[in-house]
């Protein structure tokens, strides 16, 4: 495998020109600058399977996949023709469409602790509306955070524009930490509304972790609330909650499950989202229910289970995290992937970066899209070749080095 000239001039030319039109902090890739510092493209043209190509004509396999939505692949025809029959039919009406309950029946099936749904558009609108039904049921306001939920005021505390008195209504606490859960609880003097976790953080969770959120929330009035929308159908179609056997009273579910649509929900038990005040709660907006994601949705559940999509992201994972820690190792590199193999988080000493990067650059080279810093994701569409081509390219940047 040899390195081929490789250059991100367009990518460059096309982020000035970003600058001079958008606002950096409402774009998807909002670190597009540091990326590009680090030779990183940061347009693309288009993509296909597990596939990209960038603006400046370069082409990678992809382990980073719109940071997480592409699962069964990009451009996927089960998908396309979904949502093509669906275009055909109408994508929004003036009355709700049968495909919500029909959607909601099989998100039932598959994950069989969830008796009801609300669908959202993006992530950060789901976290949101899962802490305002949390707020709904218990009368409630402040919120326990732990993990990235999306960029609503809640979410941000001490963010620009973000009120004061918004901010003073969350309260974080560190992956991992029972304790310092255990207090932010005592000091909400039961003003607590729920505990919002990220079911699956770095290395993963420490045995007892999510079933001790679970615990600690509803003895002190709390819902508990799993936050899986990078890890739903990948650890497991249920999310780390699902993978470490704890059950929640809300879970939110993104990205991944659409396959590139911007669909999500909140899944929960009757008494929860069928109590008066969440019944009550205004959540309501144009596009919640927007039939295009659900149709991709029906679909990616569908071609999932068909084509068994949780193990095969389980054993193309476990292949990369050791082959790219055997590789690193032998070259005397701290790089080494952790956590979840559908996931894998990349790690490295800082004294140890500049060299780190060299081989993420070499890799680069070679076509293979490896972040240096974002858990890393598989798709369908991924093959074992794939793998194997990409564990080749690591062997030889890191033989590259000086």
Not at 100 to 108: A, C, F, Q, Y
Request: glycine share 12%; net charge negative; charged share 25%.
């Amino acid at each position: 495998m040899r390195e081929q000239p490789y250059s991100t001039a367009r990518s460059g030319e096309l982020l000035k020109r970003s600058d001079e039109l958008l606002v950096r902090g409402c774009q998807g890739h909002k670190r597009s600058h540091d990326m590009l510092a680090k030779g990183y493209p940061v347009f693309t043209r288009r993509a296909s399977g597990a596939r990209f190509r960038d603006a400046d004509g370069n082409e990678y396999v992809d382990y980073l996949l719109g940071f997480g939505p592409i699962l069964l692949g990009y451009n996927d025809a089960a998908v396309n023709e979904a949502v093509r029959r669906q275009m055909e039919e109408g994508t929004i009406y003036t009355t709700a469409h049968p495909k919500e309950i029909e959607v909601t029946e099989k998100l039932r099936e598959l994950i069989p602790w969830a008796e009801m749904a609300a669908f959202f558009v993006g992530g950060s609108g789901a976290t949101s509306g899962a802490v305002r039904l949390a707020r709904a049921y218990t009368g409630r306001d402040v919120v326990v955070r732990c993990g990235y939920h999306g960029w609503h005021d809640w979410t941000q505390p001490g963010g620009a524009g973000v009120p004061a008195a918004v901010g003073q209504l969350t309260r974080s606490f560190p992956y991992g930490d029972l304790d310092a859960l255990a207090e932010c609880l005592r000091a909400g003097a039961d003003r607590v509304a729920c505990v919002i976790v990220k079911t699956v953080q770095g290395a993963g969770a420490p045995e007892g972790f999510l079933a001790g959120c679970a615990e600690l929330a509803r003895r002190h009035g709390a819902l508990c609330v799993f936050d899986e929308i990078k890890v739903g159908f990948r650890v497991a179609f249920g999310g780390g909650g699902e993978h470490y056997g704890v059950v929640p009273d809300l879970a939110v579910f993104g990205k991944a499950c659409c396959n590139g649509y911007p669909g999500s929900f909140v899944l929960g038990t009757r008494e929860v989202l069928g109590s008066d005040p969440c019944q009550a709660a205004w959540l309501a907006a144009t596009f919640h229910c927007d039939l295009l994601s659900l149709v991709a949705l029906e679909t990616v559940i569908d071609e999932m289970k068909r084509r068994d999509g949780i193990a095969h992201q389980w054993r193309l994972g476990r292949r990369l995290m050791e082959g790219v820690n055997e590789a690193c190792e032998a070259g005397g590199l701290s790089f080494r992937l952790i956590g979840l193999a559908p996931m894998p988080v990349p790690t490295k000493s800082p004294d140890d970066e500049d060299r780190c990067l060299a081989v993420l650059r070499g890799c680069l080279a070679r076509g293979f899209y490896l972040h240096p810093g974002h858990p890393w994701f598989l798709s369908l569409a991924h093959t074992d070749r794939d793998v194997e081509d990409t564990l080749a390219a690591v062997r030889d940047a890191i033989a590259d080095l000086p």
